[in-house]
């Protein structure tokens, strides 16, 4: 019996080194898998949406950013020298709530109220790529929907635009004694073209989608709830 311990011995350890205990090691919280896992969920949540929600999402973030960029440059009264101004330019916000540089004292006008229906349209946006996420419109209704939406936008942003060339009519200086061409006083600035940019492509991508295509599965699976 003693004699046979060192081989029994032998035997288990033998057994253990061919087949060692395999070995954990932790992983923090933001390791690899979480950052997958997390990847994983932007992705499916992305297919989810489909192409009419994906449009929607994006067209409306982006009309939210552009309306925090510069629409339109108006003349600085405080800084008027030698009959000379200086042009101050304005986010789509501050034009929607008044416009600088008419008026009475202190020198503002309301004149674009119309500018509101660019962030509301573009809340709107984002309530129909949620509901197109989650199945609760079909996906041409949620594409009709950012339609109506994106073309909204470019009409108000075409009266905006037509709104700030009368201004520059009726108040710019264009000429000075000794035939000195100065700027113009009122201009839409390159924020608001980049707006203009972002609702003419809503509108041509939500136009591809109503296109006729071949039926799809995820158009089956709709149809079949």
Not at 2 to 7: A, I, R, V
Not at 82 to 90: E, G, V
Not at 119 to 146: D, H, N
């Amino acid at each position: 019996m003693p004699d046979n311990l060192p081989q029994r011995v032998g035997s288990q350890s033998g057994g253990s080194a061919a087949h060692p205990p395999e070995t954990q090691t932790p992983l923090s919280p933001g390791g690899a898998p979480a950052v997958a896992s997390k990847t994983h969920g932007l992705a499916r949540f992305w297919a989810k949406l489909g192409l009419p929600g994906q449009i929607a999402l994006g067209a409306g973030l982006a009309a939210l950013v552009c309306f925090s960029l510069p629409w339109y440059a108006a003349p600085d009264r405080s800084k008027i020298i030698n009959r000379m101004f200086h042009t101050a330019a304005h986010i789509g916000w501050s034009a929607a709530v008044r416009l600088s540089g008419i008026g009475p004292p202190p020198g503002s006008l309301d004149l674009f109220p119309q500018l509101w229906l660019i962030p509301l349209s573009a809340l709107a946006l984002l309530v129909t790529a949620w509901l197109a996420g989650q199945r609760r419109v079909a996906q041409r209704l949620a594409a009709g929907i950012t339609l109506a939406l994106s073309v909204l936008a470019l009409l108000v942003e075409l009266s905006f635009y037509l709104q700030i060339q009368a201004l520059e009519g009726f108040f710019g200086v264009q000429e000075e004694e000794g035939s000195l061409i100065l700027p113009p006083a009122y201009s839409v600035t390159w924020g608001f073209w980049v707006a203009v940019a972002v609702s003419a492509v809503a509108v041509a991508a939500s136009i591809y989608t109503l296109q006729p295509r071949p039926l799809q599965p995820e158009d089956v699976e709709e149809s079949a709830c």
